[in-house]
């Protein structure tokens, strides 16, 4: 291919870097043999990259009172703040390196594009929620195709997401 593979985000668990709570990976043969192949993957782990290392305590969303924190199981320690404030950060940045898509982790606290599980005290978990980052990196860019790993494997999803990546890629390419 003689042509610059497409910029796309990524969430870097999925390309199998050892980044998750539990010093693992969530590798995605697909994503990394078939679409790398055309796609130049730019890998970002939020948890890691605000500081919380692997590996670390699991965090969870947590509704307390009408707001979404970012709460460590065990511990009860609250990284909504610093999250928060790195994900505007990184969203405005990777707005600027002229990205056509991104694919999150699905589930994840930081990196769930949609239903991640939000705890309340006294009642059952409720599958409503938005990670973080996912959060500020859609409204950094409401344009650029997203979507998550989860949802890839549902054939028309995934041609979907696929046609408006190339779509993006040919209008950036059109308008320099």
Known sequence: MSERRIRVGISACLLGEP???NGGHKLDHFLVSELGRFFEWLPVCPEVEVGMGVPRPSVRLERVEEE???IENETGRDHTRAMRA??????AALAKQDLCGFVLKQDSPSCGMERVRVYRTGAPAVPDGRGLFAEALIEAMPW?????????????????????????????????
Do not use: N, Q, T
């Open 19 to 21: 980044v998750r709570w």
């Open 144 to 176: 650029l195709p997203v979507e998550d790993e989860g949802r890839l494997s549902d054939a028309p999803l995934r041609e979907d997401f696929i046609e408006r990546v190339f779509a993006c890629h040919r209008l950036r390419r059109s308008v320099g």
């Open 68 to 70: 979404i924190r970012m």
């Open 86 to 91: 790195y994900a505007g950060r990184r969203a």
